[in-house]
């Protein structure tokens, strides 16, 4: 066995290979946090609201409503199996999508656009409002993250998050 030549706590790495400058700009924009955990962190949302938000992105994903980048079938008849707008492949997939639908009829076609296009598709709260026709940066942002806080309040309410 070898020989501890010094111990842990004693430790000092070679000050030429420590680095403490921190992450680049190109790896931060490739690791860019969701916009829903941004509005969680400062607080625009209620923890309750962000476990709402989770549960409505399980749903939407698991119900493979989430883009498919797959290869189509050109061989087949119509092109074949290229998207994720079919029926249900499993009995899980239609379990979420029905959840996904319930919730959606629940908050309304404009709530679950929110929703969608902030949670699962990751396009930041101004876009969003933008989208909606605010012009102005703040009146976007606001008017959005207001649409999401109420129907993930109505989503916490039908889930029973307290």
């Not at 066995?1 to 790896?27: H, N, Q, S």
């Not at 008017?143 to 993930?152: E, M």
Request: charged letters at 30%; a positive charge.
């Amino acid at each position: 066995m070898a020989k501890v030549k010094e111990r842990i706590e004693e430790f000092r790495p070679d000050p030429r290979l420590v680095d403490e400058r921190g992450a680049t700009r190109e790896a931060m924009a490739k690791f860019r946090p969701s916009p829903i955990n941004l509005a969680l962190s400062r607080g625009q949302i209620t923890r309750q609201q962000g476990i709402a938000a989770e549960k409505f992105y399980g749903h939407w994903y698991r119900a493979g409503l989430s883009e498919n980048f797959g290869s189509v079938d050109l061989n087949s008849v119509f092109g074949g199996d290229g998207g994720g707008a079919t029926m249900a492949r499993t009995e899980a997939q239609a379990f979420h999508r029905q959840r996904y639908r319930q919730a959606v009829e629940k908050i309304g076609m404009r709530g679950s656009w929110v929703l969608e296009r902030v949670i699962c598709r990751e396009v930041s709260f101004e876009d969003t409002g933008r989208e909606m026709g605010w012009n102005n940066r703040p009146q976007a942002v606001a008017s959005a993250i207001q649409i999401a806080r109420d129907s993930l309040d109505t989503l916490c309410k039908e889930w029973g998050i307290l």
